[in-house]
């Protein structure tokens, strides 16, 4: 069969320069919760079919790939469809294997569990510019923690983290699914119809006020709900607006005060005690998609840079699925892949420490001239410093512009009789 | 469909502790190796089928996870066999798709292009004991450095690594295939016989010169021959061996005295440049498996563990069949995992910088006290401690011996009226 040069269908090959970008932000986010005291973990890349499938994912599910069985598993012949065919899968994401992991292992792990996920997720998705099939997430997660405590943990330490690359101005976005589905009920909608009329508010950054009313009305909701509804959204103003709808939604009786007390203690601390920089609103239209979400969620933009670069949220529900008891769970998911975007996008340069030296080898560089070359890079390697040895090219000129590329600009030449 | 706790069969969670050593570890490798000027570089965990079964991949090739076509090209009933249903797998190595990533991305490669990939593997194996089927590679190469300087630089920046990580008394063994080669053919063998004599002497350690004399002439080998074989590997001591041994294949014509000669630089250069301590020594029964070396191979042991803990050589012809064009390569391949082994066996910890502290609030504490901790918090995490704040446990004894057990020795619980 002939080689394949390129990487398969909608995957990448990440640059040396690229690459550095990513170790650099890697780095820095072990080192951020690291000091927050958050734990690194791993699962494998491969899942049993049975938790990819399992409805945790949502429209991800569809976009598994999907690993044929091995040996005497694989029965050609008796296969019916597909899924005879096959046992395990690459996972969408790193929350359902997070959630079987806690589960496999919760005996073994301090309480709460504070951990930190970076790795690498699939999706056999439609290939699309800056969309890969492959791509890094990292998502941070407090697990067995019921109360505020972990919201505001994981908004300081990710605040502190966006602070620590170098953003500026960004914002949170918080809301709590209770208040959308209070909202909801306090309009008069079923609990049944709950996720639709979610899914048309979601669109309120794009469609507007009046976009989001057509829509309800167009799906067939009645005028007087509808109004209701949105007569909440223009309720209150700036940081008046969370007391306001809060305090219409607990006096019709559809809200616990102690929704809207938590949610307030989250802003107020975070508010008071972050070192970073930014603007935390209340924002009634934040949804936020996936489904398994039971209480606060909130989402990161950077100003300047369209769709967000975090978000997460309390999802109480899903961990218990898999260790059979209910496992309060917090998350915050940072877009690695975006920030990377913005990075590469701007140019950005990671701080060298300790400078860089090519030493080129003249052709005519006699063998026994070698060592003293390789104990000169290891004293200065000692030192901190990179140290590049190689054989001088025919075109030296190009060689040096080459090397410059890549930030030698220190090159020393060494020749028979002399370095120069 | 019921939940899975267990990862899939053969592959692991990684629990937080082992976590913090692999992190440290692969800390130090991405930092000595960017010290001698190689770049980090990723491939997809995916690769093209073709690829995978080229045929340079050896035994492994049968371990491949093979991963489903999607969508309309999934053509269950007219498959005639898995391959049918197949485009693309795991890969089981980082060689191959290195020789993909180089020949796709030449042009934008500094050159000599020197690589450092970290990354997981997966081989479909029998599931056994500290073996599985998902496993971390760490992989060093050189591409496009025709000269020894490749040979000698992997292997200081190699042991520079290794005695970073704290290993004394390693032994590295070297020889060159091409030696291998002219024992062979000095001793009458046919040139097809090569690699089957190979793997008999491969045993040497296991079974002796005298096993190897039996299997040789089990499988049918000249008496003749087989004594003028194993004459070589008795002929020279110590430091003299490779001279003498060198000596009788030049003078028979069998080898070139360039291989030699090169051989001999590399191990006087390294000897004289190392900055850590370790024995090199020349051994002419070490073979390596890979059939796609073509020159100098070696092998790391450390003194008390049993194996291998790294390996590499010359490999000039591959990269070449992706790239249509010959390209010299030498690499190291680390043995992370083996590596792992090693210091979690030998109760490794990851020296801690800064210190660690725990702040446990009490259940009565008002939200307004939060951001008094938190900012507290803030300030010794800008010194670089690790601060954890969590909820005061009704079992306070075991919660404070839970977290000693994790490092927090310092320990402040705080109460609505004070903190101790």
Redesign the interface.
């Known amino acids: 069969?002939?080689?394949?040069?390129?990487?398969?269908t909608g995957?990448?090959?990440?640059?040396?320069e690229e690459?550095?970008i990513?170790?650099y932000l890697i780095?820095l986010i072990?080192e951020t919760y690291?000091?927050?005291?958050f734990?690194?973990?791993?699962?494998?890349?491969?899942?049993?079919i049975?938790?990819l499938?399992?409805k945790q994912g949502g429209e991800n599910e569809k976009l598994i790939?999907?690993?044929?069985k091995?040996g005497e598993k694989?029965n050609?012949e008796t296969?019916t469809?597909?899924e005879d065919?096959?046992?395990?899968g690459?996972r969408y994401d790193l929350t359902v294997p997070l959630a079987?992991?806690y589960?496999?292992?919760t005996a073994?792990?301090?309480?709460?569990f504070?951990a930190l996920q970076i790795g690498?997720v699939?999706r056999?998705d439609r290939p699309q510019k800056g969309r890969f099939?492959?791509f890094t997430q990292c998502d941070i997660d407090i697990l067995g923690?019921p109360?505020?405590?972990a919201e505001?943990?994981l908004i300081?330490a990710t605040t502190?983290c966006l602070g620590r690359i170098g953003f500026k101005g960004f914002v949170i976005r918080i809301n709590d699914r209770r208040i959308l589905k209070a909202m909801s009920a306090y309009s008069g909608f079923n609990e049944a119809d709950f996720e639709e009329v979610c899914i048309i508010l979601d669109k309120m950054d794009k469609i507007g006020l009046d976009g989001v009313k057509a829509e309800l009305l167009e799906a067939g909701y009645a005028e007087d709900s509808v109004n209701k509804y949105l007569s909440l959204f223009e309720a209150g103003e700036g940081e008046n607006r969370l007391a306001v709808i809060g305090k219409i939604l607990v006096e019709a009786g559809v809200l616990e005060q102690e929704v809207l007390?938590r949610l307030q203690?989250i802003m107020?601390?975070v508010g008071?005690?972050s070192?970073t920089e930014f603007n935390l609103t209340f924002d009634p239209t934040l949804v936020r998609g996936m489904g398994y979400y039971t209480g606060t969620i909130y989402e990161i933009g950077v100003e300047g840079f369209p769709g967000a670069v975090g978000g997460g949220g309390r999802y109480d529900e899903m961990v218990g699925?898999?260790a059979g008891q209910k496992t309060c769970a917090v998350g915050f998911s940072i877009g690695f892949e975006r920030i990377i975007t913005i990075l590469m996008d701007e140019g950005f340069k990671v701080p060298e420490e300790?400078g860089?030296k090519?030493i080129v080898?003249d052709k005519d560089l006699p063998?026994e001239r070698?060592?003293e070359v390789?104990?000169k890079a290891?004293a200065l390697?000692?030192e901190?410093?990179?140290?590049?040895?190689?054989?001088k090219n025919k075109n030296f000129k190009f060689q040096k512009e080459?090397l410059t590329a890549?930030g030698y600009e220190d090159i020393e030449v060494v020749y028979k009789d002399e370095w120069k």
Chains 1, 2 share one sequence.
């Open positions: 069969m002939a080689m394949v040069k390129k990487p398969v995957m990448k090959d990440i640059l040396p690459m550095q990513r170790d780095g072990k690291r000091s927050f005291g734990t690194p973990m791993e699962t494998p890349c491969v899942e049993s049975e938790n499938s399992s790939f999907r690993i044929l091995r694989l050609l296969a469809c597909a065919l096959v046992d395990s690459l079987r992991y589960a496999n292992n073994k792990l301090p309480s709460p504070k690498s699939f056999a099939r492959q923690e109360s505020e405590l505001i943990e300081l502190t007390d203690t107020k601390v008071e005690s070192t699925r898999f300790g860089k090519a080898l063998a070698y060592a390789f104990q290891a390697r000692a901190g410093k990179t140290v590049l040895i190689l054989t080459q890549q």
